[in-house]
Nanobody
Framework: QVQLVESGGGLVHTGGSLRLSCAAS????????MGWFRQAPGKERQFVAS????????LYADSVKGRFTISRDNAKNTVYLQMNSLRPEDTAVYYC????????????????WGQGTQVTVSS
C-alpha cells in the first residue's frame, strides 16, 4: 500500500511558477514510477508528466513540455513538479500517482492516487 500526499498548490499570476511536492509512504518508493495528472472543472483527468523509479526516464504531455519538470528524491520519498510560465489553462486540481509501470501511468492505469492540490493561474 502506498499513500500519497500532495502539497504546494496555490494561486499564481500568468507567467509565474509553482513547485508541487508529493510525499509517499512506504519503504519501496524507488520501485514505483510516479506521475502527475490534472483535472479541470468539467473535464477528464489528464496526464501531465511521469518519471521512472530511478528517475532516468521522464515523459511529458505536449501541453507542458518545456515548461514543467518532474523530478524525484528517492531518499526523501518525494516527487516534484516544477511548473514555470504558468497559463490560465493550467488551472486544475493536480494529482500525484504511483504505479510500478511508467507506461501504465501514461495510460492513466494507476494503482495509487493522492488527494489532489489546487493550482489556480489568474490572467
Amino acid at each position: 500500500q502506498v499513500q500519497l500526499v500532495e502539497s504546494g498548490g496555490g494561486l499564481v499570476h500568468t507567467g509565474g511558477s509553482l513547485r508541487l511536492s508529493c510525499a509517499a509512504s512506504g519503504r519501496t518508493f524507488s520501485s514505483y514510477a510516479m506521475g502527475w495528472f490534472r483535472q479541470a472543472p468539467g473535464k477528464e483527468r489528464q496526464f501531465v508528466a511521469s518519471i521512472s523509479g530511478s528517475g532516468g526516464t521522464t515523459l511529458y504531455a505536449d501541453s507542458v513540455k518545456g515548461r514543467f519538470t518532474i523530478s524525484r528524491d528517492n531518499a526523501k520519498n518525494t516527487v516534484y513538479l516544477q511548473m514555470n510560465s504558468l497559463r490560465p489553462e493550467d488551472t486544475a486540481v493536480y494529482y500525484c500517482a504511483a504505479d510500478q509501470s511508467i507506461l501504465a501511468i501514461t495510460r492513466r492505469d494507476v494503482s495509487y492516487w493522492g488527494q489532489g492540490t489546487q493550482v489556480t493561474v489568474s490572467s
